[in-house]
T-cell receptor, first 117, second 116 residues
Framework: EPEVTQTPSHQVTQMGQEVILRCVPISNHLYFYWYRQILGQKVEFLVSFYNNEISEKSEIFDDQFSVERPDGSNFTLKIRSTKLEDSAMYFC???????????????FGPGTRLTVL | AQKVTQAQTEISVVEKEDVTLDCVYETRDTTYYLFWYKQPPSGELVFLIRRNSFDEQNEISGRYSWNFQKSTSSFNFTITASQVVDSAVYFCALSEGPGNNRKLIWGLGTSLAVNP
């Protein structure tokens, strides 16, 4: 069964550094998402992406964050200058677009654990 | 505003007990979808079920069952004869439709510990 993959599984960085989290969504999916989960807390929506542009972003997704789909397969989340409070698990998800399960269900990657020191 | 409330933060049961995890949601849309995800200690999110707002039939899958009641805006999850492997955090989530976005709005999660 096709799956969403994310790399790296764990990233450790120094405060102020830029990080890029990478995701490969399921190949025929059209909608892409990033979510964040601070340790022990709930999952929070960051951003959704469709047709090569952001369709919605949350208050968390400030100017330090950006997303890109550079080559039609990868979907990346960049944090320009990391802060301590960016330490979290970041989940990528993708969704199909035509009907049934693919229309309504987001498929999640395994997550990238980001640790900012 | 959209909101998902999971009032139970932690539940502890002994193996073979039945346990129900509560989920109450708020939405202004008439079309929406409800989900349950399991997050084991390894951290990944495991999809359990999706239910749309037009289908109030309860569902059973093995030891798992779900009770969707629009009248009380609830979508509760019951594990029958719980097992140690059921120990995890369980999240209820809501997405609204139609439309292209359908972001998921999550509850705080219920941490379930099943003890031998």
């Amino acid at each position: 069964e096709p799956e969403v993959t994310q790399t790296p599984s764990h990233q450790v960085t120094q405060m102020g550094q830029e990080v890029i989290l990478r995701c490969v969504p399921i190949s025929n999916h059209l909608y892409f998402y990033w979510y964040r989960q601070i340790l022990g807390q709930k999952v929070e929506f960051l951003v959704s992406f469709y047709n090569n542009e952001i369709s919605e972003k949350s208050e968390i997704f400030d100017d330090q964050f950006s997303v890109e789909r550079p080559d039609g397969s990868n979907f990346t989340l960049k944090i320009r200058s990391t802060k301590l409070e960016d330490s979290a698990m970041y989940f990528c998800a993708s969704r199909g677009g035509t009907s049934g399960r693919a229309l309504n269900e987001q498929f999640f990657g395994p997550g990238t654990r980001l640790t900012v020191l | 505003a959209q909101k998902v409330t999971q009032a139970q933060t932690e539940i502890s049961v002994v193996e073979k007990e039945d346990v129900t995890l509560d989920c109450v949601y708020e939405t202004r849309d008439t079309t929406y979808y409800l989900f349950w995800y399991k997050q084991p200690p390894s951290g990944e999110l495991v999809f359990l079920i999706r239910r749309n707002s037009f289908d109030e039939q309860n569902e059973i899958s093995g030891r798992y069952s779900w009770n969707f009641q629009k009248s009380t805006s609830s979508f509760n999850f019951t594990i029958t004869a719980s097992q140690v492997v059921d120990s995890a955090v369980y999240f209820c989530a809501l997405s609204e439709g139609p439309g292209n976005n359908r972001k998921l709005i999550w509850g705080l999660g219920t941490s379930l510990a099943v003890n031998p």
